[in-house]
Nanobody
Framework: QVQLVESGGGLVQAGGSLRLSCAASGSIFSINTMGWYRQAPGKQRELVAAFTRGGSTNYADSVKGRFTISRDNAKNTVYLQMNSLKPEDTAVYYC???????????????WGQGTQVTVSS
């Protein structure tokens, strides 16, 4: 099996910073894509930042210049450094990955359990 385990959420004042981590574990042959989504109350889940299969990065317009996604391939881990946080960044943040399991046909999509980020004004 494959698991995504997130950490690093919490409560922070506006203007502050947080760093999220997501580690993938299990029978992993390769990770095609990996990134972060978020879902605020009453809103749809949206892409925050992600690495594409080619290794480039995508960011939501609302976080460009404030958030940075990075990864450690040796640890199958992706990070999200969030700076200059705003109250509208408050949401549950989910790790997402498209992973090819060892000895399995085709990649499957996986989600983490979610971590709450709350930004107070």
């Amino acid at each position: 099996q494959v698991q995504l385990v997130e950490s690093g959420g919490g409560l922070v004042q506006a203007g502050g910073s947080l760093r999220l981590s997501c580690a993938a574990s299990g029978s992993i042959f390769s990770i095609n894509t990996m990134g972060w989504y978020r879902q605020a109350p009453g809103k749809q889940r949206e892409l925050v930042a992600a690495f594409t299969r080619g290794g480039s990065t995508n960011y939501a317009d609302s976080v460009k210049g404030r958030f940075t996604i990075s990864r450690d391939n040796a640890k199958n881990t992706v990070y999200l450094q969030m700076n200059s946080l705003k109250p509208e960044d408050t949401a549950v943040y989910y790790c997402n990955a498209l992973i090819q399991k060892t000895g399995w046909y085709g990649p499957d999509e996986y989600w983490g359990q979610g971590t709450q980020v709350t930004v107070s004004s």
